[in-house]
């Protein structure tokens, strides 16, 4: 029989853990003084017990219980404890000797306190139920550990004594060879040819290793170039990641039916990925056919769901990188402009002033009755001469005036979000083209608006996902010509909204805004 299926337990802790978990807890001198406390039950049966060594044993015994409901080898009591025992009970320290504490005695002391706290002792009654708890937790996740801890929490509830770490190795090693069993069953049952074919065709040799200087080092497996996806938001690896997307989401097609009778939790999808990502190609290649499904369909799920999260990732980081910089280059942009339009106003005002002085000085002349009008006129060519005004246009005129704060600032976004939407498009583009979204948990405009940007077209309907004020500026006169100029300028806002609407989202994403079919 392959390893698995024999009881080797499993290797729940590591050294430093299961040394922790075999050994008393370490108090303080003011967790020493609450747990090695006596209740009046305790002090009136420690008054029956002859021997020295069972009075510090009972003690010692009766404050680790306390603290972590498990009863421990005197071996591993903590000479720290025994010294504050033995001066508490007025008994010479060296005269102690904890080995001597011997297991019949233990158990004697055991029974009285477990029914003074009110527990009971972990049996074979106890221990079936242990087992159907254990059973009912690795169909959900697999994680030994995790386990581990919830048999014991379970344990505490029910009021029943916590049993040796082995004693829980075994229940839970036996609990996932057990479930491990009923999958694989599934997995034989329901397995077809062309799946074992795709299955196997993971590892198999596919790309060729190249040096720097173009030589040939070897091959790697096809599961090898799945184990890892880039995380830099450059377009390249943003591509090369959309690539794996399509390669895995088509194998998850393949594979859907199985997976489906599988009805593996996420946890121990995660598990058994885990396993094969840890694990050379070649040693999974080595076990036996069903298991070897198992793990490998568990990788492609698991894997399929993280590099569609991830890519929703890096979409949020691709659009956040081109707000920020959009908005400080328009906040440049207005300072700049600001300064421009403030020399222009002091320009306008000086020629209206002398313009206003020069209405003045012509009126005095016309209305002087004492001049003819060729010395009037003259008067006034003289005055014209002496005073000129740069006369501004209309149009210059009219800028200035609409040059308000919020007009320029939104004239300054509209231009600098349509002119860096390019960048976002390189980036960001193929993400969307290749994300599923869940039809009845998302916003149907929204879908819509995002249908016709994978289609690469703009429509009425899907422009109403956006603001009134940007709704305008990606239409011309009339609702139904849209401004092709400003395309691109819808497309990114389109996608700004779509990363606001992804960060209200805390649930994860394959079962939220986006769907995993």
């Given at each position: 029989m392959e390893r698995g299926y024999k009881m080797t337990l499993l290797q729940i802790l590591s050294d430093s853990e299961l040394k922790n978990l075999k050994n008393p807890p370490e108090f303080n001198s003011e967790e020493r003084k609450y747990f090695f406390y006596l209740p009046k039950w305790a002090e009136k049966y420690l008054e029956t017990l002859r021997k020295d060594i069972n009075?510090?044993?009972?003690?010692?015994?009766?404050?680790?219980?306390?603290?972590?409901?498990?009863?421990?080898?005197?071996?591993?009591y903590h000479k720290k404890d025994i010294e504050y025992v033995t001066n508490k009970l007025?008994?010479?320290?060296?005269?102690v000797d904890i080995s001597q504490y011997h297991r019949v005695d233990l158990n004697r002391n055991k029974n009285v306190i477990l029914k003074n706290i009110g527990f009971q002792t972990f049996n074979d009654d106890e221990k079936k139920l242990l087992i159907e708890k254990a059973d009912s937790l690795v169909a959900r996740q697999l994680k030994p550990k995790l386990i581990l801890s919830e048999l014991m929490d379970f344990l505490i509830k029910k009021k029943i004594e916590v049993p040796g770490y082995f004693t829980l190795a075994e229940i839970i090693t036996l609990s996932i060879n057990n479930y491990e069993k009923k999958l694989i069953k599934i997995i034989r049952d329901n397995i077809t040819s062309e799946?074992?074919?795709?299955?196997?065709s993971f590892l198999e040799f596919e790309e060729k290793i190249v040096s720097k200087d173009k030589t040939e080092k070897g091959s790697r497996y096809n599961l090898t170039l799945f184990k890892k996806f880039e995380h830099s938001v450059k377009r390249k690896f943003i591509t090369g990641n959309v690539d794996k997307l399509r390669k895995l989401?088509?194998?998850?097609?393949?594979?859907?039916?199985?997976?489906?009778?599988?009805?593996?939790s996420p946890e121990i999808i995660g598990y058994y990925a885990t396993i094969v990502s840890n694990s050379k190609s070649r040693k999974i290649y080595e076990r036996k056919e069903e298991r070897k499904y198992l793990y490998l369909i568990s990788f492609i799920v698991n894997y399929y769901y993280k590099l569609h999260d991830h890519l929703v990732d890096v979409l949020l980081r691709v659009v956040k990188n081109i707000r920020n910089s959009s908005q400080r280059e328009t906040e440049k942009k207005y300072y700049e402009e600001r300064k421009e339009i403030t020399k222009k106003e002091s320009e306008?005002?000086?020629?209206?002033?002398?313009?206003?002085?020069?209405?003045y000085e012509i009126r005095k002349i016309i209305k002087n009755k004492n001049w003819p009008d060729g010395v009037k006129i003259k008067n006034i060519?003289?005055?014209?001469?002496?005073?000129?005004?740069?006369?501004?246009?209309?149009?210059?005129l009219e800028n200035l005036i609409n040059s308000n704060s919020k007009a320029l600032k939104d004239r300054l976004k509209f231009e600098v979000f349509d002119k860096n939407s390019r960048k976002l498009h390189y980036r960001a583009s193929n993400i969307i083209k290749n994300l599923l979204f869940n039809e009845k948990s998302s916003n149907k405009q929204m879908l819509q608006a995002i249908?016709?940007?994978?289609?690469?077209?703009?429509?009425?309907?899907s422009i109403e996902c956006l603001p009134d004020d940007e709704q305008d500026a990606c239409?011309?006169?009339?609702?139904?010509?849209?401004?092709?100029?400003?395309?691109?300028?819808?497309?990114?806002?389109?996608l700004m909204i779509l990363n606001q609407v992804l960060l209200t989202w805390s649930i994860p994403i394959n079962t939220g805004l986006l769907m995993i079919i």
């Open positions: 009075k510090v044993g009972f003690v010692l015994q009766l404050g680790y219980f306390r603290a972590v409901k498990k009863n421990f080898i005197p071996s591993t007025n008994i010479p320290f060296d005269e799946q074992k074919d795709l299955l196997n989401r088509e194998l998850y097609y393949k594979l859907e039916e199985i997976v489906k009778a599988l009805n593996l306008i005002i000086e020629a209206y002033t002398k313009m206003l002085t020069n209405y060519e003289l005055l014209y001469l002496k005073n000129p005004v740069d006369i501004k246009t209309r149009e210059e249908e016709d940007y994978k289609n690469d077209k703009v429509s009425y309907n239409l011309d006169d009339s609702p139904d010509n849209i401004n092709k100029s400003l395309k691109h300028f819808y497309s990114s806002k389109l």
